[in-house]
């Protein structure tokens, strides 16, 4: 099993540009996250998903949007790249709304 | 508004000694607790949770400490190896929720 697994691993964007960020995940898990790793800050949840077909806002939403077409893949983009979105980005998914949740290895985001 | 706080940084141990990190936390809707390591360049692994109704949790060289009345909860790494060296994140959860609070993180460092 791959696990968590995220594209690109590395990219730099210029202000104003859009992207999407994949997740997949080949555990059957239901639910599925987008964070964000800023220095000093922890992981902070961007948008999460409990199911096919659905989304829900996290912590710091704004400037995202998500969504969650097949169970297996979980999509983050970014409409208007800013450099405050510059950042490490990484997926998680966890079978049910306790216990662990796994990480995908991450993205890291630069825009300039 | 920070919910869950790790204040301290960075650590530096000897191997063989014990590693004690610490986490604060305000929201007393927390009762899931959870500790993951991060490596660099890798995403965060999961190491050990605790139940607000538990006050303490082992699962081999590790253990989890909770206190309720004081809102804070440690990890206790005995004995400590060079192969620990990471950052430390703690993260919390509500009753019923799958959303993961997380703190800034502390970076252990275990020295031979």
């Known amino acids: 099993n791959a696990g968590v697994t995220q594209t690109p691993k590395f990219r730099v964007l210029k202000t104003g540009q859009s992207m999407t960020l994949l997740c997949a995940q080949d555990m059957n898990h239901e639910y599925m996250y987008w964070y964000r790793q800023d220095p000093g800050m922890g992981l902070r949840l961007i948008h999460y998903?409990?199911?096919?077909?659905?989304?829900a806002k996290g912590e710091v939403p704004d400037g995202y949007n998500v969504s969650r077409l097949k169970k297996q893949n979980f999509l983050l983009g970014l409409e208007s790249a800013a450099p405050s979105q510059t950042s490490v980005y990484f997926c998680a998914s966890s079978r049910g709304a306790r216990g662990e949740q796994y990480f995908g290895p991450g993205t890291r985001l630069t825009v300039t | 508004d920070q919910q869950v706080k790790q204040n301290s940084p960075s650590l530096s141990v000897q191997e063989g000694r014990i590693s004690i990190l610490n986490c604060d936390y305000t929201?007393?809707?927390?009762?899931?607790f959870l500790w993951y390591k991060k490596y660099p360049a890798e995403g965060p692994t999961f190491l050990i949770s605790i139940s607000s109704i538990k006050d303490k949790n082992e699962d081999g060289r590790f253990t989890v400490f909770l206190n309720k009345s004081a809102k804070h909860l440690s990890l206790h790494i005995v004995p400590s190896q060079p192969g620990d060296s990471a950052v430390y994140f703690c993260a919390a959860s509500v009753r019923g929720g799958s959303r993961l609070t997380f703190g800034e993180g502390t970076q252990l460092t275990v020295n031979p």
């Open positions: 998903s409990v199911g096919e077909g659905t989304t």
């Open positions: 929201n007393s809707m927390f009762d899931y």
